[in-house]
């Protein structure tokens, strides 16, 4: 497969210590080590790793992912995007994807802060900007690589404080979220942020074709057939489509497929055959070939790799 790769910008600096502090203190609040954290506050996790990951293969929903130390690589359809200290992903659609760190050990371990975006919240937000950006003309990929400024890191800061203080959430959280959302759509960032919530661009017509490829993952779907409900000509859905997610509307709904079964054989216990045939394949051994040229090995190699890396980020 020909990937094309896009490096993140320059790094800019240090983590400063009052941010590093801020998610330390929670880690370690809950025992230390390392793992996937989750806080008190809806959709927020930390992170922190030990040792390097093999890429594991997830649907990323719109959100933001700042990392305070260590580095991160995603891969999405032929596009590896790195990103670093000081660096954050912001991902402005539902794709499915695979992330790891890189070069994590106990001595410099890899730690980050995982924020998911409420888009009905951020919506309002838009709409209370006096002058609110303009998104992209041309179709951009939903998955880019910024930096951290002093107000994108006051705001994350004070999001893991939060964390340590449970009974303020319910009204100091909401706040919080508001001025993040504030400072990314006004800051250099804002037009593709602003993205997520107009309605009737061509970013919010993909956003209702993944919605609708999500409900009916298992279904022989056609692409005249999606662009026919978003109002736009084949050739024009799939450039777009393509250019947003850099993948086609086929090869996206194949990964949803084999996302989806690893969820069963791992949760639910289903064998490769039962979780083949609810995700819409008539062939088990179609199945596995899908599975190990997306994901990179075998079915039950991945759902072994997945269970032991559940079982080290429990909390």
């Known amino acids: 497969m020909d990937e094309t790769t896009r490096q993140g910008p320059a790094r800019t600096g240090r983590t400063p210590a009052w941010l590093m502090s801020a998610a330390l203190d929670f880690i370690e609040s809950r025992g230390g080590g390392q793992g ?14 030990f040792q390097d990951r093999l890429p594991i293969h997830n649907l990323y929903k719109p959100s933001l992912c700042v990392v305070l130390r260590g580095n991160k690589e995603i891969y999405f359809g032929d596009t590896c995007l790195h990103y670093a200290e000081m660096q954050c992903l ?3 659609a539902e794709i499915p994807a695979s992330g790891r760190m890189v070069g994590a050990s106990v001595a410099d371990p890899y730690i980050g802060v995982m924020i998911d ?6 919506r ?8 609110p950006p303009v998104p992209p003309v041309e179709p951009v990929p939903c998955v880019f690589v910024g930096e951290v400024d002093q107000f994108l890191a006051d705001c994350v800061a004070r ?20 001025e993040l959302y504030y400072f990314l759509l006004t800051g250099p960032y804002g037009s593709e942020v602003a993205k997520i919530t107009l309605p009737e661009n061509y970013a919010e017509r993909i956003a209702r074709s993944i919605h609708f490829i999500r409900g009916h993952y298992s279904e022989t779907l056609r692409v005249e057939d999606l662009a026919r409900k978003c109002g736009m000509s084949s050739s024009s859905f799939y450039h777009h489509f393509k250019e947003i997610t850099s993948m086609s509307p086929v090869r996206y709904q194949k990964h949803l497929r084999l996302i989806e079964a690893r969820r069963l054989m791992v949760t639910e216990g289903a064998s ?5 045939h609810h995700v819409g394949y008539e062939s088990a051994s179609q199945f596995s070939r899908d599975y190990g040229r997306t994901i990179g090995c075998p079915p039950k190699r991945d759902v072994a790799n997945f269970k032991a890396l559940l079982a080290a980020g429990s909390r």
């Open 272 to 276: 490769v055959s039962q979780a083949a």
């Open 90 to 92: 912001l991902v402005s």
């Open 159 to 178: 999001l893991c404080r939060m964390t340590m203080m449970p009974d303020p959430v319910p009204v100091l959280y909401p706040a919080a979220m508001r």
């Open 117 to 122: 975006f409420d888009v009905a919240e951020l």
């Open 36 to 49: 996937r954290f989750s806080t008190p506050l809806p959709g927020i996790h930390i992170v922190r790793a």
């Open 124 to 131: 309002d937000v838009l709409r209370k900007i006096e002058s």
